[in-house]
């Protein structure tokens, strides 16, 4: 059984930084951060593999956000800098068992709840 559960999220000012965690019960070969903005779809942010650590971004945050994972904590981080407006969401972790179109929240079995990024202009 996985279990996914986020923490972090908090209000930040346009330009500022915050560091998104998820910490998993169980085991899953990609770990993703994803993001839903009120009436908006949901979208892909980055998504990792747990095995060795590859990586894939979304262009829309690639150079600004930053995935990462702890194997002794069973974590994965999402290091978000110079958050825009446009960033602010409901942050949710998903898990998957495998590394096949990272961007597509169908390819997602485990969610979490959630965590709320406010970024004030």
């Known amino acids: 059984q996985v279990q996914l559960v986020e923490s972090g999220g908090g209000l930040v000012q346009a330009g500022g930084s915050l560091r998104l965690s998820c910490a998993v019960t169980?085991?899953?070969?990609?770990l993703a951060w994803f993001r839903q903005a009120p009436g908006r779809e949901r979208e892909f942010v980055a998504a990792?593999?747990?095995?060795?650590?590859?990586?894939y971004y979304a262009d829309s945050v690639k150079g600004r956000f930053t995935i990462s994972r702890d194997n002794a904590k069973n974590t994965v981080y999402l290091e978000m800098n110079s958050l825009k407006p446009e960033d602010a969401a409901v942050y949710y972790c998903?898990?998957?068992?495998?590394?096949?179109?990272?961007?597509?929240?169908?390819?997602?079995?485990?969610w979490g709840q959630g965590t709320q990024v406010t970024v004030s202009s």
């Open positions: 169980g085991r899953t070969f990609t």
């Open positions: 998903a898990g998957s068992h495998v590394w096949l179109r990272q961007w597509s929240g169908a390819m997602y079995k485990y």
């Open positions: 990792i593999r747990w095995s060795d650590g590859n990586t």
